[in-house]
């Protein structure tokens, strides 16, 4: 019977060993799938600020969409404001897509009156000229917008009394 019993272990410690492999492989599969995985979601889910130039480049004043770029006095010259301090509900910066906090700045488009974080917006408008939700034009004639989208321009009655 020793035989019988030798080659019974050896057959069990290989078993073992194979089931110890299989395991350590799977393992090992396992972790390399999450790094993998863990890598698309940082490259396909950038954040939208991350993907637009810092500058726009010296050589052209164009943005991607072929609309010229906002000069720095036109962004300057739009209003800021300071989130909670005027009672408004909830924004959302349609740039980074994050909820402003009570305290933060961000500026108001005129023209269409969509809100978004101070420095993304600058950011967008080095190359770009529209409001990022809606494309109406972020400096200018408010009532061209209109207008183009054949709407009738607003009119403004001023009574002057004397």
Same mark, same amino acid.
């Given at each position: *019977?020793?035989? +019988?019993?030798?080659?019974?272990? /050896?057959?069990?410690?290989?078993? @073992?060993?194979?089931?110890?492999? $299989?395991?350590?492989? /799977?393992? /090992?599969?396992?972790?390399?799938? $999450? ?8 490259? $396909? ?5 991350? *993907? ?12 991607? !969409?072929?609309?010229?770029? /906002?000069?720095?006095? !036109?962004?300057? %010259? ?7 301090? !005027? ?6 910066? %349609? ?6 906090? !009570? ?14 974080? $101070? ?6 408008? @080095? ?24 709407? +009738?321009?607003?009119?403004? *009655?001023? %009574?002057?009394? +004397?």
């Amino acid at each position: *019977m020793e035989p +019988s019993s030798s080659s019974s272990s /050896l057959l069990d410690g290989n078993l @073992r060993f194979d089931l110890y492999a $299989v395991l350590a492989a /799977l393992g /090992l599969s396992a972790f390399l799938a $999450v790094c993998f995985w863990r890598l698309y979601r940082l490259t $396909v889910s950038a954040r939208p600020e991350d *993907m637009l130039p810092i500058a726009a480049p010296p050589s052209s004043c164009a943005g991607a !969409d072929g609309k010229a770029a /906002l000069r720095e006095k !036109d962004v300057a %010259a739009l209003p800021v404001f300071v989130h909670g301090a !005027d009672g408004t509900a909830a924004v959302e910066c %349609a740039v980074c897509l994050a909820e402003m906090k !009570d305290g933060e700045r961000g500026r108001l488009l005129p023209g269409c009156g969509h809100r978004f974080h $101070v420095e993304c917006i600058d950011r967008w408008f @080095r190359a770009n000229s529209t409001c990022p939700v809606c494309r109406a034009t972020a400096v200018g004639q408010p009532d061209a917008v209109a207008a183009g989208k054949g709407g +009738s321009p607003a009119q403004v *009655m001023v %009574a002057v009394q +004397s």
